[in-house]
T-cell receptor, first 113, second 116 residues
């Protein structure tokens, strides 16, 4: 079983829809969870960063971590065409060791106007 | 503030040729990383550096070498390019000193390499 599983999509939704992106993981040592957004032909950029379980909200974006189920989610409310990108989840067992950072393969999202 | 700059952005090589990718960051970050991104494979760590003069192997280091002679620069070398090294290469950096966001990487825009 791969350490991090992420459905590659593609996911296509109409403008204004609520989008749910998910990752599952197998390593119970993961404590730091991130979502990166990658526009076409660009580098990934950090979108959300959470530690341990719980929710974190930033504008239209909500990150949710359920460590008991080894499941993380990113919700996008009122999705916009500008949200069209590939979303990568990433997780690490420690706060300093980014060499242990494991990325999901990414989910490609298209928001249609 | 340019962040992380990668050069070149595109390159086509023939099998067996050598080349160097340059990554430069102007954020005074301690840590620097080289990843490759392939369809269906996600981001995979090639080599990384925890400070000037240091390098270490990542998940897929074979066929690559790196050097970190200056804190702001991290070079990735291919001594004898192979078609399997056709990929998009990303450099990233992070500040080693912060607790909050200690795993937050700043990525460059990528270097697209094709090996024929």
């Amino acid at each position: 079983q791969k350490e991090v599983e992420q459905d590659p999509g593609p996911l296509s939704v109409p403008e204004g829809a609520i989008v749910s992106l998910n990752c599952t993981y197998s390593n119970s040592a993961f404590q730091y969870f991130m979502w990166y957004r990658q526009y076409s032909r660009k580098g990934p950029e950090l979108l959300m960063y959470t530690y341990s379980s719980g929710n974190k909200e930033d504008g239209r974006f909500t990150a949710q971590v359920d460590k008991s189920s080894k499941y993380i989610s990113l919700f996008i409310r009122d999705s916009q065409p500008s949200d069209s990108a590939t979303y990568l989840c990433a997780m690490s067992p420690s706060q300093g060791g980014s060499e242990k950072l494991v990325f999901g393969k990414g989910t490609k999202l298209t928001v249609n106007p | 503030n340019a962040g992380v700059t990668q050069t070149p952005k595109f390159r086509v090589l023939k099998t067996g040729q050598s080349m160097t990718l340059l990554c430069a960051q102007d954020m005074n970050h301690e840590y620097m990383y080289w990843y490759r991104q392939d369809p269906g494979m996600g981001l995979r760590l090639i080599h990384y550096s925890v400070g000037e003069g240091t390098t270490a192997k990542g998940e897929v280091p074979d066929g690559y070498n790196v050097s970190r002679l200056k804190k702001q620069n991290f070079l990735l070398g291919l001594e004898s390019a192979a078609p399997s090294q056709t990929s998009v290469y990303f450099c990233a950096s992070k500040d080693g000193g912060t607790v909050v966001g200690a795993n937050v990487l700043t990525f460059g825009a990528g270097s697209r390499l094709t090996v024929l």
